[in-house]
């Protein structure tokens, strides 16, 4: 991307292509689907039908000899009621038996159906779940803010970084050139310069050279971070749309607005609201399911087998039943009755302890993060009055090395009276930057404190305007 990027448009991309975060993300969808799965289950979530076919053998029906029976005249003269023929003066029993010399084709299906009849306790599951992505999209937004912060704070202490190595920058260049005077001064002879002047000037270029090793590296850190944040290619450039560090452009609220507005946006409280709903619709589940399960249920059989001696002749035994020739149907109201009661009225208990620990976070949450606030406020506060005293320095510290710089050009004798306030401005500015990254980054955990990223106060700034 050749746009160059601010603050705003750093924390924009940093929000819709941060690793870490858009696999977080997948913990809405989990919710969402948790929902779906709610509602799928409501409806027949028994519904099965199953069939089959293949060769079955025929049957046979053969005498009983085993056991005989004695014969005994009816009033007809026939067989006694309940036998099946006469062996003799016996009565025998007819067996059937697969005939496997016949085969023949088979077809069966069966079907199952049941639909619960717990509504009230399908509508606080299905409400649980919704809360549950109310709390999932809260923790979302509270892992924004974590990479929002962390986005403002690359971005301005990669600024840091490249406002004091330019600083560095020129500041070396202006000794180098003193250096090189005084060295040409001293080759030419000129009365009151020494070779200790020389040395005195290369020993205090430490602290110099320490400071831009210390940029360099911020400068590479920064890269690094920013570039995993904002998912941008190890080969491009990120372009900045400010070439020095000052302090952000931000409006602070007054410390009362903040707090109105954390109690209104901030994704604890509204973590721990949804949460404390889904907890109460959890308890009703809990508490209807120490009820019975009422539900309708169905079902059918139909088997089939055709071979050529099946069912041949017919029987007089109403109750023999042809193993694998059926038809079958039932349907009515059933009732479900749980036994072990107690393991249920413990889940029961369970669900309502779970609740009053989070009435009782409930209670110190939000005055914990009023807190919070005020104390990211006061450390804002104080960052703003450390620029200040940071700038007065930073000035009085230029003062001082233009008046030992307008005597060294009169007099080079003086060159190491230079290297006193060349450290001192250059400790006076990098104080001064310092103080600067310090209040834009307090303002970005104040935002952070708040429950904001930069839209979201943009947003509500705008809105609050709007409204008075």
């Given amino acids: ?188 002879g000129t009365e009151g310069v020494s070779q200790t002047d020389l040395l005195q000037i290369k020993a205090g270029r430490f602290t110099l050279d320490q400071g831009m090793n210390e940029a360099v590296l911020g400068v590479a850190r920064t890269d690094l971070g920013l570039r995993f944040l904002l998912a941008w290619s190890d080969s491009g450039e990120i372009p900045l749309a400010d070439s020095i560090l000052t302090m952000r452009p931000e409006v602070v609220p007054s410390l009362d607005s903040l707090k109105f507005f954390t109690l209104r946006d901030h994704p604890d409280l509204k973590r721990l609201q949804n949460g404390l709903a889904a907890r109460q619709e959890l308890l009703k589940v809990a508490q209807g399911e120490l009820g019975p399960d009422i539900f309708l249920f169905g079902s059918f059989t139909y088997t089939k087998a055709w071979t050529s001696n099946r069912q041949s002749e017919e029987s007089n035994n109403p109750f023999e039943v042809d193993p694998l020739n059926q038809i079958t149907g039932l349907a009515g109201l059933g009732i479900k009755l749980q036994l072990n009661f107690w393991e249920r009225y413990q889940d029961y208990r369970k669900a309502r ?49 233009k008046g030992v710089a307008m005597k060294y050009d009169l007099d080079p004798s003086t060159s190491k009276d230079l290297i006193a306030p060349y450290k001192q401005s250059i400790t006076a500015q990098r104080d001064y930057y310092q103080a600067v990254l310090d209040y834009n980054i307090a303002v970005a955990h104040l935002f952070k404190a708040v429950g904001w990223t930069l839209p979201d106060y943009f947003h509500s700034l705008t809105g609050s305007k709007a409204g008075g």
């Fill in 1 to 188: 991307m050749s746009v160059p990027l601010n603050c705003a448009t750093a924390e924009s991309l940093a929000l819709a292509r941060d690793p870490i975060l858009a696999e977080q993300a997948l913990e809405v969808d989990k919710a969402r689907e948790k929902l779906r799965d709610v509602e799928m289950q409501a409806i027949l979530p028994t519904f099965q039908v199953t069939t089959g076919m293949g060769p079955a053998p025929g049957l046979r029906n053969d005498p009983d000899t085993t056991s005989l029976h004695a014969f005994s005249s009816g009033t007809n003269g026939g067989p006694a009621p309940g036998t099946s023929g006469y062996l003799g003066t016996s009565v025998y029993q007819v067996q059937q038996e697969y005939d496997f010399s016949e085969w023949g084709p088979f077809f069966g299906v069966e079907a199952e159906v049941v639909q619960p009849l717990n509504i009230a306790r399908f509508r606080a599951g299905k409400q649980a779940s919704e809360r549950q992505i109310d709390v999932s999209s809260a923790d979302f937004q509270k892992q924004r803010l974590d990479v929002s912060e962390q986005a403002q704070t690359l971005y301005y202490q990669r600024l840091f970084a490249l406002t004091m190595r330019g600083v560095l920058d020129s500041a070396q260049r202006n000794l180098d050139d003193a250096q090189k005077k005084l060295s040409k001064q001293l080759d030419e």
């Fill in 353 to 401: 302890l779970d609740l009053r620990q989070l009435q009782r976070t409930e209670v110190y949450a939000a005055r914990g993060l009023l807190i919070q606030v005020e104390d990211a406020y006061a450390q804002m506060l104080k960052s703003r009055a450390d620029i200040d005293e940071a700038q007065n320095s930073m000035r009085a510290a230029e003062a001082w090395l």
